[in-house]
């Protein structure tokens, strides 16, 4: 009899958490029940977190400054625990050493030494080079758009080794890490996907809203405008708008160029949906309840309107990411995007449709894993959004 | 003569987020051709899932209880797949009208179109034939200049039209039994007694039997022989309409009557039933009704499930304080 | 308080909708209600039924001023000033709204489901600004929800916790909050189940006697428009065709349409058999009425002038009280 009353004071609080729960509330607690979401919710966190904090957990400056001029094309170094020679707490690597002799036909060869003496242990937060966090520095053309943040400069990183390099990914043709690069082009096109997004939203939000708010012939213009935009095809105006950035601009500039191409390609999908969820909120009955009291527009809007659709639009925006994620990847891939020092993907992949590259350094392709890994997590992370999105649709008789 | 339909303890769970909801529990029902069937009880009773179950027409996370068993002329429906046999009887043996006519028809095909689908489907007959079966049976419904509506699209009819349109397309192959949910509830009152009046002479002369679902009691009155009160899933009083509506003995039933409005006695006091109808969450697990019931008593009624058993011949009541009482 | 004041006067209004199939076509004009005359007097609770077409939500909505009058007066005659709702300044508007206020009939679509039962019904007063401080609103809103019969500890609940009776005695609140002489039922009890309608039904009744509301109950069912009605008028395809007291409408009805919609009511008793007269063909469009006597293509019977559409419409008292359209006081 005391288990069944538990159970009921139980089943009470949880049925009063249930009534009392905000929208909010209900799209989490769906969300959470979504295995496949959940999961991709976290790799989506992981990833996140090695792009923001690439800087410190990548050993080597991604750019040609870090590059390691002993060791060109190098193949990816694994640190070991354990080998013929004994036990080690601490992971380490074999020493190479460059060998050029009669059996070689006096080539240059790598030969791994595995003696004991000539072992390179792994160690924690050394200090390497030198990294800004923080820090902000734009460059647009004109000299009035022109602002720098100092930031803070560190040194220390997660992992470094006591002599010679360690190169998870291995190295590529001038000897970049590709560890380093990878984590920083994860952070470059988590950062132009956000700015494309943002200004993508922005604008669909004053269209869209817009159109959707006041209807008629308002609409009517809004839409064929709407439609033109969207209709004209994405690769060869890609190509056109970037082609027109001049190469004197630096890097940021650039990077900040590609960005804003990105998100005014991308806003006419979104205002379409911020519309149709406007036109459909509009006739709502509770609306027309809230105009009989003489509710004004701002009112309608931010109480009624707003909170309907704020769950939507959360879900078009994460389903938008990987778009612009792609859609860089692939302008950058064929030269008309970001380029070095601002690595991304695509940048990574330049010199990736070698022969010889295809052939023998298969480890240039170990950034795509990554890459793929984080649109797909973005992909189920917004799936499973929007299949919780809207937690009273199936409220009716 | 054996019967057309029998439903065996027919148990209907969905599993949703919140949890398995029992929609329907031991639905025990059995009809013969010719006989109109009334299932009457307020939204939550159960009574559309127990018509849908007929022809698997739930949802995909309803899950039938392992004693359910509904013999449709001889055969257990509920253990069909979704191959051949359970295509055979939805829309052949099988035909079912809905309460929003304009959601059975396609917006985009014309209602001939859609008529002879439904007769080819499940006749092998030519197309001209099929053709002019269903112009006969929307003549038969009452449409007038049949041939034309046949070539017209659905929303070019009115509520009414649609509403008959769609009971020729559900007897135009023929069924055994027809399932009708809430048919009359969107027509207006004028309608509507056409509509109560067709379905009448529809069974007299096709011999065919009708499950009528309705929450209208008034309805039931007028339409159908046999009637069983459903309440939150289960059944608590079945019987022959007249025993039923001049003799109500579960306290729910009785409550039903009081509660509706009477042009014959417009100074009685509309008498509602006190308190909430409980959410699906919260289903008593003893008697269903026992939360609002005047004849409540603790220890009897809380205890355990009444069953439902014979009061007087043909009229059987789920209530203990009604079968002990005799 | 004169009780055989009028509260509202409604006076040959028509409301027209305009019709455009999209923006290149022509625009056509409906005229949903059409040369109505109401009196609607103060404390009584008045029933307008008529079915699907008729044209009784335009004009309940139109007497609220939510949509437009194109022709006619309606006055709405408070205790101290008069509303000329055809000619009303913005200020009077807002005031107006104050005392004038409708319940909808879909408890699921007519509550925000964001929104807090508490603040849903607090709504009205904040954008009314009626109340100045949170304190003097929460204790208006827990006065108007206890007199609605509704658990004070559920008011932070959201609407997806209640039942469909639950959330129309929450819309109830919310029209009441406000403190309105005058109220729209407008088919308040068509989605509920019976059980729950009776109960809503005898709450709108208690409120009326307690808060001195006068109501203006739309509805298509007549049973239940008989039971708690004063006056009840019938409305064919944009008119009124019948107007009686509700029992005399019920006892004597003179026109053919009311004949005919009462024979249609099923009865309890199964030993009734219906015989409801049978009206052919369908409600005309509203777009290309029948000249004369819009009713005359379905009249069972009608005379030669009717069928011609000879005689115009217009109500006739024949008895006290009792006013019928003049096509059916010529037929007997």
Known sequence: ??????????????????????????????????????????????????????????????????RDKDYEHGAPQIPLFWDDNGFSLRPFLYTLERYRGKDTNFRWVYKLNKEKEKRRYVYLFPKGWKHKALAFNVNLPGKKFDFKIPGFTFERHLFGIDSGGIHLFGTDKAGKDIFSRTLHAIYISLAVGTIGVFIAFVLALIIGGISGYFGGWIDGVMQMITDTVRVIPPIPLFMVLASFAPSEWSSETRFFFIASILGLIGWPTLARRVRTHLLSERSQEYVLAA??????????ISRHLLPSFTSYIIVDLVISFPYMVLSETA????????????????????????????????????PVIFFIVLVLSFVFVGDGLRDSADPYKVLKK | MTDLLNIHNLKVEFDTDEGRI???????????????????????????????????????????????????????????????????????KVSMIFQEPMASFAPAITIGEQMIELLLLHKK??????????????????????????????????????????????????????????????????????????????????????????????????????????????????GPVREIISNPKHPYTQGLIEALPDLNNLDKPLKPIPGDIPSPLERPTECVFHTRCKLFESGVCDNAVPPLSEYEKEHTVACFKVNNNE | MNSDQNLIAIKNISVDFSFQENFLSKKQKIRAVKNVSLNIKKGSFVGLVGESGSGKTTLG?????????????????????????????????????????????????????????????AEPLEVMKITNTREETDKRVREIASKCRLNLEHLRRFPHAFSGGQRQRISIARALVSNPKF??????????????????????????????????????????????????????????????????????????????????????DPEKQSNAIELKGEIPSAMNPPSGCVFRTRCPNPTHDCKEGNIEMGLIEVSAGHWVDQCCVNCV
């Open chain 1, 1 to 66: 009899m005391e288990a069944k009353i538990q159970n009921i004071h139980k089943d009470i609080k949880a049925k009063e958490a249930y009534f009392s729960a905000t929208q909010f509330q209900l799209i989490y607690a769906r969300f959470r029940s979504n295995r496949s979401a959940m999961i991709a919710g976290l790799f989506l966190l992981i990833m996140v977190f090695l792009g923001v904090f690439a800087d410190f957990i990548s050993p080597y400056d991604p750019t040609i400054a870090g």
């Open chain 2, 125 to 238: 007959i030519s197309k001209e034939k099929a053709k002019s079966i269903s112009i006969d049976m929307l003549d038969r419904v009452g449409i007038a200049d049949a041939d034309k509506r046949f070539k017209q699209y659905a929303f070019e009819l009115s509520g009414g039209m649609r509403q008959r349109a769609m009971i020729a397309m559900a007897l135009s192959t023929m069924p055994k039994l027809l399932l009708a949910d809430e048919p009359t509830t969107a027509l207006d009152v004028t309608i509507q007694a056409q509509v109560i009046d067709l379905i009448k002479d529809i069974v007299a002369e096709y011999k065919m039997g009708v499950i009528f679902i309705t929450h209208d009691l008034s309805v039931i009155a007028q339409t159908v022989d046999y009637v069983a009160v459903m309440y939150l899933g289960t059944i608590v009083e079945s």
């Open chain 1, 291 to 300: 105009k009989l009291c003489g509710a004004s527009p701002s009112h309608i």
């Open chain 3, 183 to 268: 109220i729209v039922a407008d088919e308040s009890v068509a989605a509920l189940d019976v059980s729950i309608q009776a109960d809503i039904l005898n709450l709108l009744k208690s409120l009326r006697k307690e808060l001195n509301l006068t109501y203006l109950f739309i509805s298509h069912d007549l049973s239940v428009v008989a039971h708690v009605c004063d006056v009840v008028a019938v409305m064919y395809l944009g008119h009124i065709v019948e107007m009686a007291p509700s029992r005399e409408l019920f006892k004597n009805p003179r026109h053919s349409y009311t004949k005919a919609l009462l024979s249609s009511i099923p009865s309890i």
């Open chain 2, 22 to 92: 029992l929609a329907v529990d031991n639905v025990i029902l059995k009809l013969q051709e010719g006989q109109i069937l009334g299932l009457v009880g307020e939204s939550g009773s159960g009574k559309s899932v127990t018509a849908k179950s007929i022809m698997q027409l739930n949802a995909d996370n309803a899950v039938y209880g392992d004693n359910s068993k509904i013999v449709l002329e001889g055969q257990d429906v509920l253990k069909f797949k979704e191959n051949q046999d359970l295509k055979v009887i939805r829309g052949g």
């Open chain 3, 61 to 121: 909505r139109a007497i609220l001023a939510a949509n437009k009058i194109s022709s006619g007066k309606v006055i709405f005659h408070d205790d101290d000033k008069d509303y000329d709702l055809t000619n009303i300044s913005k200020q009077e508007l807002k005031e107006y709204r104050k005392k004038a206020q409708l319940i909808f009939q879909d408890p699921y679509s007519a509550l925000s489901p964001r929104m807090t039962v508490r603040d849903i019904i």
């Open chain 1, 331 to 366: 302008l950058s891939f064929i030269g008309l995007g970001l380029r070095e020092p601002v690595n991304s993907l695509g940048v990574l992949l330049q010199n990736a449709t070698r022969a010889d590259v295809l052939l023998n350094y298969q480890w240039y392709f170990i």
